[in-house]
Each structure stands twice: as C-alpha cells, then as structure tokens.
C-alpha cells in the first residue's frame, strides 16, 4: 500500500539533488569561492580571430575567447589600436569578446590592438593574457597584407626635473618623411606607459620617425601647450630597417614648455591707483612714459604674486598718460605693449580710500637666522625717502649696545630693488641668542608719502645642536652648472653656482640628494625644451650622497664627491 509514495519521494528527491548539482555547476564559472586561496591566475586566450601575427586577414571582426568568464574594464579608455580607430563597437558575452570595426580596414597595413587592462577575470580582477607564461599586457597583432611589420621601440619616460618614471603617458611616433604635426595631427603608432614608467611600441614599419611623449590631458593624441600639457621628445631621428629593427633603453625626459609671451588682460582705475592685471607672473617690469617728461607722474610696482602692476599717481594727473610696458616671466619670456593709463578723478561724493603702507621683515633662510643678520624687507608700496639712523638694533636683549642698523654709505651691507620695493640687508653681528629690530614709525615714506608705522621684530639665532651639515667637492670640467639640495620630495632647499667646494649649513633632519644642472646657456637656472626647435631641455644629473642622503641633528655629511 506505501510503495508507490516511497517511490514518488525517492524520485523526487534524485531530481532535486540532479537539478542542485546543475545549479551548482552552472554557477561556478561566475561566483568567487566563499573560501579557500585567493584567485591569480588570469583569463588565458584559447582562441583568437584573427590569429596572432597572422596574414592577409580581410575581415571587420576581432574575437578572443577565454578559457573563463570576463568582463570590460574601462575598455575604451585601455585598449589602443594603431594605427588609431576608434569608429567600432565591441560586446562582452560570457568567455568571449567580439569587436567588430564599422568600416574597413586599411589595406596592406599591419594592425596592432593593445588591450593592457581591458578585459579581467569576473572575480578578482586579474588581467587577461595570452598564456601563464607571459607577463605582458595582452596583444593581438595581424596584417591585412602579406608582410607584418616587426620593428620596436621601448623606454621609460621620466620626469625632468625628478628623474621619477611617469605613468599613464602618451608616447607617439610620426613619419619623418610625412607634414603630420604633434600638435595638428594624432600619431600612426602609439602607446602609454606603464605603472613604472616604462612603454613599448611593437609592430612598427621600417623608416624613420621622431618620438614623443606628452601628458596628454584632453585624451586627443595631440599636443596641446595652452592646456598646460607637459612634453619630451629624443632630438635624434629613429630608423629602423634591416641593421636595426629593435631600439630600446630610451629615457625621455618630460617637461613643460611654456614660449608664451606675458600679456595684459585687463587693466582700470581703482581709487587713487591704476591696476594692470597680467596673463602670467613676473619677475620684473619697466613702465616708461613715452613723453619722457611725463615719467615723474607715476612709480608703479608688482603684486599678487607677480601677476599685477599697481601704477601710482603721484601729482593727480587725470589726462591719458601714453606709456611702454616691458614684461619679462620667470621663463625668459619677453614682451612690449603699448598702454594708456588714465587715473578716474574722485566725484564729489565718492570717498577715496588710500592703500595703506607697510612692510615684512623675512629672515632669508626661514624662522630663524645663521650666523649673520640676512634679512629682506619687502614693502606694499614703492619707497621714495628712507632714514637709516631711525632703524636701530638690539643685541642679546642688552639695551647698551642699542645702534642704529645701518649708515648710508654702507652700501656693502644693504641693497635696493630697482623699484624700491625690497630692501635686502646682509650685516655681520656678534649677536649669540637674537637681535632686536627697532623701526621708527618714519622710517620709511612711500611714494604717496605715507609712513610705513612702528615695527619691533625679535630674530633668533639657529641652535647649531638642531641642525646638520652637507658638504663636499665637485669635480668637473663643465665650467657653468648650478649644484642644487633637494629633500626626499624634490624640492629645492639651496642651490649654488659652479662652486667646487660646497656646504650646505643649518640643515633639519631629513634626506637629502644633489640635483646638478648643466647650465649651457650661463643664464644661471634650468631651460626647457624646446620641441618646435628639437632642442632638449637643460641635462640634469641627480647624485645620492653618503649614508644614503640621511642627516640627524648634530650630524654632518662630509666629503661628499660629485664628479661630472
């Protein structure tokens, strides 16, 4: 009476296992293991359409198949093909993915498809290979002719000024022989680096090229200075062919060029000043009247970081003053212009508030002071009189050795700007602890005969037990070069030109390296390249220093060698 339920529940439960073991299987080539090592192993190629380095292929369709499961990963932004074509559409389905091109392919030309990190296994993310044992980005190269092309370039692109590899940079080769332009034109072959900087670029046909590398902001495949896009190049034409089919070690070097020259933007009255707004900082300016008797109704300065001039007027002129401006920027770049400055005269009711006058004192190495007083007083106007005899100074806290600070034929000790808006002052003091600066509030008069107000300012010396020392000798026959302190992070602690002893004094605890430009236009600071001329920037050499650059307080670096 009970066998044929027996037999219902007995098959019912043989197809509830049969369909789990299904479910179970159909799932694992999807779903991570809930335990067990972590997955490593790459999707590897079992299949490609066309096959690699294969000839003749006519067709408009790429296919790989996998040996599991994938997904695209940033695919459009990873995969580089050359020559350049983006106009197709591709499809990810399980193991395969298909790519098909919506116009035909060029003929007799060798296509070259980079994927790098393109396609990725469904679980941990590992990029897909060719095969276990090689350790390259995934590639795919065939012809559309009977010959593909074998030539190859490789390298690492670095930072100019750093020596650091770069990652993520376009590097691009053109025909010698051909009008494409770096800056018009996108490359016939191109790649970018890797995490570590380095690139290869492989199926190149036999001739000769010039190589590029650019920062390549706006993802173009084109030069672009105005977005501010750093660029490297070997000055030295590439030519490949039957002795050479194979150029690799390159270091290119990257940097900034910047030829523009400064420029106004704009410009207005604003009360008793007239403003120049600039396109780029300076370094120095001369506004000239171009009615010579007119020079002495202005005096003009640099604010805001360079990047404006302030123009004063000093007998309340309200006619149009036609005048030159010279502008020169950080980078050596030059410009003229023509202007016309025209102060507004104040209506009856408009009150006129006057910039106020004052003034910073800066020791010039930081907080403290060395051994003797170097210091810089920068002003918010230009100076038209000064006092010496009402700048006093204090020793030690010790009120008997009150004097004043400089005299007026102590030249060897002070020196102007050429616009009277800084004062640099380096006097030796036999000070032990700190010096007390007295400034009378007339010290100073500024151009609008303002006075600059009373300043009492306390400089402390530098405790030698809290610092160390760099030194050594450099040896070399370039005669001109600048021999530079950088710290761990690259930047720029002291310099000091074509000197062949050195010390670097007063230094916190740290790690340090020498950074040395070779300075071959004598202008005493480091060029760019220029890659409309294929001049190469300024060569910099980079030298690690004893005990691996690392200093302590109370602890000297001696006998350091830079040979060059």
């Given at each position: 009476?009970n066998?044929?339920?027996?037999s219902s529940l007995l098959?019912?439960a043989v197809l509830i296992?049969?369909?789990n073991h299904a479910l179970?299987y159909?799932?694992?080539n999807r779903?991570?293991?809930?335990g067990?090592?972590?997955?490593?192993?790459?999707?590897l190629?079992?299949k490609?359409i066309p096959p690699?380095?294969s000839?003749?292929y006519?067709?408009?369709?790429i296919v790989?198949e996998?040996?599991?499961?994938?997904?695209?990963k940033?695919?459009?932004e990873?995969?580089?093909?050359?020559?350049?074509n983006k106009?197709f559409?591709?499809?990810?389905?399980k193991?395969r993915i298909?790519?098909n091109f919506?116009?035909?392919l060029?003929?007799?030309?060798?296509?070259?498809?980079?994927?790098?990190?393109a396609?990725?296994?469904?679980?941990?993310?590992?990029?897909a290979r060719?095969d276990?044992?090689?350790q390259?980005?995934?590639?795919?190269?065939f012809s559309?002719?009977n010959?593909i092309d074998?030539m190859r370039v490789s390298?690492k692109?670095?930072?100019a000024?750093?020596?650091q590899?770069?990652?993520?940079?376009?590097v691009?080769l053109?025909?010698?022989?051909?009008?494409?332009?770096?800056?018009?034109h996108t490359?016939?072959?191109?790649?970018?680096?890797d995490e570590?900087g380095?690139?290869?670029?492989d199926n190149i046909?036999?001739g000769?090229y010039e190589?590029?590398?650019?920062?390549?902001?706006t993802?173009?495949?084109i030069?672009?200075e105005?977005?501010n896009?750093?660029?490297g190049f070997?000055a030295d034409?590439l030519t490949?062919g039957d002795?050479l089919?194979?150029?690799?070690?390159l270091?290119?070097k990257l940097?900034k060029?910047d030829?523009t020259?400064p420029?106004e933007?704009?410009s207005?009255?604003?009360g008793?000043v007239?403003e120049i707004?600039l396109?780029?900082?300076?370094i120095?300016?001369?506004?000239?009247?171009l009615?010579s008797t007119?020079?002495?109704?202005?005096?003009?300065n640099?604010v805001?970081?360079?990047?404006?001039?302030?123009v004063?007027?000093?007998?309340n002129v309200?006619d149009?003053?036609p005048?030159?401006?010279?502008?020169?920027d950080?980078?050596?770049n030059?410009?003229?212009q023509?202007?016309?400055i025209l102060f507004?005269e104040a209506?009856k009711?408009?009150k006129?508030?006057r910039?106020p006058f004052?003034f910073?004192v800066n020791p010039s190495?930081?907080?403290?002071?060395e051994?003797?007083?170097k210091?810089?007083?920068?002003?918010?106007?230009p100076?038209?009189?000064?006092?010496?005899?009402?700048?006093?100074?204090?020793?030690d806290?010790d009120?008997?050795?009150l004097a004043p600070l400089?005299?007026?034929d102590s030249?060897?000790e002070?020196?102007?700007?050429?616009?009277?808006t800084?004062?640099?002052?380096?006097?030796?003091?036999?000070?032990?602890?700190?010096i007390?600066?007295?400034f009378d509030?007339t010290a100073f008069?500024?151009?609008?005969q303002?006075s600059?107000g009373?300043?009492?300012?306390?400089?402390?010396?530098?405790?030698?037990s809290?610092f160390g020392?760099?030194?050594g000798?450099v040896?070399?026959e370039?005669?001109?070069?600048?021999l530079?302190?950088?710290?761990d992070?690259n930047n720029l602690?002291?310099?000091?030109?074509?000197?062949?002893?050195?010390?670097?004094?007063?230094?916190?605890?740290?790690?340090?390296?020498i950074?040395?430009i070779?300075?071959?236009?004598q202008?005493g600071?480091?060029?760019s390249?220029?890659y409309?001329?294929?001049?190469?920037?300024?060569?910099i050499?980079?030298?690690s220093?004893p005990?691996?650059?690392?200093?302590?307080?109370?602890w000297?670096?001696?006998?350091?060698?830079i040979?060059?």
């Amino acid at each position: 009476m009970n066998s044929r339920p027996k037999s219902s529940l007995l098959l019912l439960a043989v197809l509830i296992l049969i369909v789990n073991h299904a479910l179970f299987y159909r799932c694992a080539n999807r779903m991570a293991p809930t335990g067990g090592p972590k997955d490593s192993i790459p999707p590897l190629v079992i299949k490609a359409i066309p096959p690699h380095q294969s000839l003749n292929y006519k067709g408009n369709i790429i296919v790989l198949e996998f040996n599991e499961w994938i997904k695209e990963k940033d695919f459009n932004e990873e995969l580089l093909i050359t020559p350049p074509n983006k106009d197709f559409t591709h499809k990810v389905s399980k193991t395969r993915i298909e790519i098909n091109f919506l116009k035909p392919l060029l003929e007799n030309t060798t296509y070259s498809l980079n994927f790098r990190a393109a396609i990725v296994d469904i679980t941990e993310g590992n990029v897909a290979r060719w095969d276990t044992i090689q350790q390259e980005g995934l590639k795919l190269a065939f012809s559309t002719g009977n010959h593909i092309d074998s030539m190859r370039v490789s390298g690492k692109v670095v930072s100019a000024l750093t020596n650091q590899p770069l990652k993520e940079i376009l590097v691009s080769l053109y025909k010698t022989d051909d009008t494409l332009r770096i800056d018009k034109h996108t490359p016939y072959y191109f790649t970018r680096t890797d995490e570590a900087g380095y690139f290869q670029i492989d199926n190149i046909k036999d001739g000769s090229y010039e190589i590029f590398a650019i920062k390549d902001y706006t993802e173009n495949l084109i030069y672009e200075e105005t977005e501010n896009e750093s660029i490297g190049f070997i000055a030295d034409t590439l030519t490949f062919g039957d002795t050479l089919s194979h150029i690799h070690d390159l270091v290119i070097k990257l940097n900034k060029e910047d030829f523009t020259p400064p420029s106004e933007v704009r410009s207005g009255s604003l009360g008793e000043v007239y403003e120049i707004d600039l396109s780029k900082g300076l370094i120095d300016f001369e506004l000239t009247t171009l009615d010579s008797t007119q020079n002495n109704l202005i005096a003009a300065n640099l604010v805001g970081k360079g990047q404006q001039i302030r123009v004063y007027n000093l007998q309340n002129v309200f006619d149009t003053i036609p005048a030159l401006l010279y502008m020169l920027d950080s980078l050596g770049n030059s410009a003229e212009q023509d202007i016309k400055i025209l102060f507004k005269e104040a209506g009856k009711k408009q009150k006129i508030t006057r910039l106020p006058f004052n003034f910073e004192v800066n020791p010039s190495t930081g907080k403290e002071l060395e051994e003797d007083l170097k210091i810089t007083i920068r002003f918010s106007k230009p100076v038209s009189s000064y006092d010496f005899d009402k700048i006093k100074y204090i020793l030690d806290e010790d009120s008997t050795t009150l004097a004043p600070l400089l005299r007026i034929d102590s030249t060897q000790e002070y020196q102007w700007d050429t616009k009277f808006t800084q004062l640099s002052i380096d006097k030796k003091l036999p000070f032990k602890n700190n010096i007390q600066l007295l400034f009378d509030s007339t010290a100073f008069m500024s151009i609008q005969q303002d006075s600059s107000g009373f300043l009492n300012k306390k400089l402390t010396k530098k405790d030698p037990s809290n610092f160390g020392t760099i030194s050594g000798e450099v040896k070399t026959e370039i005669p001109h070069f600048v021999l530079q302190l950088i710290d761990d992070k690259n930047n720029l602690i002291a310099e000091k030109l074509n000197v062949k002893k050195f010390e670097f004094a007063y230094l916190p605890a740290g790690t340090y390296s020498i950074r040395v430009i070779i300075d071959s236009n004598q202008n005493g600071r480091w060029d760019s390249s220029n890659y409309a001329q294929r001049t190469p920037p300024e060569e910099i050499l980079f030298f690690s220093l004893p005990n691996e650059g690392k200093l302590r307080e109370r602890w000297d670096i001696q006998n350091a060698v830079i040979e060059f």
